[in-house]
């Protein structure tokens, strides 16, 4: 969730007694402290051979050293990225959980550059030759990343020895894994020139192993268990991690493990979104029903009441361009039983909205479809009546605060019956509940059409 005062800090990789690149480093530290003004944590891993140096593990490193953070700005002691682009990179990791690159192009400084721009920052330096990458994205040099994202992928594959590769496997994993597209802001960054390494060479055997496990990623990437192997991949190098006390909730994967974080993470995202635009909201049905009970999440599908009063439909359209949510189903209409479908990777999110009933109670709609000899698709609405929401409290679930009612107990009476505590969570068939009234018949693709309409998206 994105935190309104999040905790940054610059991670940096280093551990070199190269005096061109500890030269670099201290240009660079010294501009960081005095741009952004941000704890920087370095990780020095010092390898035997400076050719064997991992970055991925220093990037890790850091990563723990820097305790209980929410953003991170990945920086290369070699880099340089306006901080504009970075504070706004900082606001967009934040808020969306995706990796963003704070630079849309890549510039390398001449040798004659890099010493103009050390020596003296105000001289000439800008229009020494330089050479702007090819290379497709993604690069490396400087990313921001928010911490539960971070999580999720585990941080750098330390199984990334020398020189090149780890940061593309790394953008392909938090891509692929949080199904979030990463982010760009415009600008450039630049490289400043240092001694050659030895491993940075086509015929280099940590090179071409490096090469061949991005390639890996790159493959696993397009295959319909993309998390499975990626996820398997990132096992591989744990045994690095543990060597040198790098610490992960997870060293082993586990598809219910990242089901739960990734469906934790879209519970928060939309949470948050309608948090922003002043919209009730609160866990419901199955969700609120495992919380109370203390059960695991199901991870295929999570449910949220919205009050329909004071729902904001610019909700659905920032879920869409900014958290990447597609919408699967809309079903009812603005005014009387209406349900959005929403998706990100395997998960759905169903936001069942509530209308005043009678009194104190409410009510929500469910649906199933009838068989129609004409060509509409028509469904059943059933009505499902419910005491009152209110009062809501925040409450600290799976380490985020969410909405809960406050007489969770009665509003899950009302839904599941009074073996609500023992019933089965997985309830498919309509006889299923105890309390539901048999409403009209309702044309599913002019509802969806209107609700489409007052959503301002296309219908799905």
């Known amino acids: ?30 501009r960081l402290q005095r741009l952004l003004d941000l704890p920087i944590y370095v990780g020095d891993i010092t390898p035997p051979d400076p050719g064997e140096y991992n970055a991925s593990l220093g990037r890790n490193h850091a990563a723990q050293l820097a305790g209980d953070w929410d953003v991170a700005i990945i920086h290369d002691a070699d880099t340089l990225v306006d901080a504009r682009q970075i504070r706004i990179a900082i606001d967009v990791a934040n808020k969306t959980g995706a990796l963003v690159y704070p630079y849309t192009e890549h510039w390398e400084l001449s040798d004659q550059g890099t010493r103009m721009l050390l020596n003296d920052p105000s001289s000439d330096w800008r229009h020494t030759p330089m050479q702007q990458y090819t290379r497709n994205q993604p690069l490396g040099a400087c990313m921001v990343v928010r911490r539960d994202l971070w999580e999720l992928v585990r941080g750098y594959d330390t199984a990334f ?83 040198h006390n790098i610490k992960w909730p997870n060293n082993k994967y586990s598809e219910d493990s990242i089901l739960h974080q990734l469906a934790t993470i879209l519970l928060v995202d939309v949470s948050s979104v309608l948090d922003s635009y002043g919209c009730t909201h609160w866990l419901a049905d199955n969700t609120l029903l495992r919380v109370v009970r203390k059960d695991d999440l199901a991870t295929h599908e ?14 659905i359209d920032d879920l869409q361009k900014i958290h990447d949510c597609k919408i699967i189903s809309l079903l009812g209409t603005p005014g ?43 469904a059943t609405r059933y009505i499902r009546p419910a005491p ?68 301002g998206v296309p219908a799905p």
């Not at 999570?302 to 909700?315: E, T």
């Not at 998960?347 to 005043?356: A, E, K, N, R, W």
């Not at 969770?408 to 068939?429: A, F, M």
């Open 302 to 315: 999570l449910f949220l009441g919205v009050w329909a009063a004071d729902f904001n439909p610019k909700v």
């Open 1 to 30: 969730m994105a935190n309104p005062r999040p905790r940054v800090v610059i991670l940096v990789p280093f551990s070199s007694k190269d005096p061109s690149r500890i030269r670099n480093w201290q240009f660079v530290q010294k």
């Open 388 to 455: 009152s929401q209110a009062p809501l409290i925040r409450k600290t679930v799976f380490g985020h605060k969410l909405w809960l009612p406050r007489n969770s107990s009665k509003y899950l009476k009302s839904i599941y019956g009074t073996n609500w505590e023992t019933v089965d969570t997985d309830r498919t068939k309509l006889s299923d509940w105890p309390n539901i009234k048999e409403g009209d018949t309702c044309d599913i693709a002019a509802d969806a059409q209107t609700t489409a309409q007052y959503l």
């Open 336 to 378: 009387n039983g209406m349900v959005i479908v929403l998706q990100r990777g395997s998960v759905l999110l169903s936001m069942i909205f509530y209308y005043p009933y009678k009194s104190s109670t409410t009510y929500s709609c469910l649906y199933t479809l009838v068989d129609s000899p004409g060509t509409t698709l028509q």
């Open 161 to 243: 020895i020398g020189w090149g590769h780890e940061d593309g496997a790394f953008a392909i994993a938090c891509e692929t894994l949080s199904s979030k597209l990463i982010h760009r802001v415009p600008g450039k960054s630049l490289h400043l020139r240092h001694t050659f390494s030895t491993s940075k060479n086509p015929h280099n055997a940590l090179y071409a192993a490096n090469k061949a496990r991005v390639r890996h990623y790159m493959e696993a990437s397009m295959r319909p268990n993309a998390i499975e192997l990626l996820c398997k991949l990132r096992d591989d190098s744990m045994v690095i991690d543990i060597a």
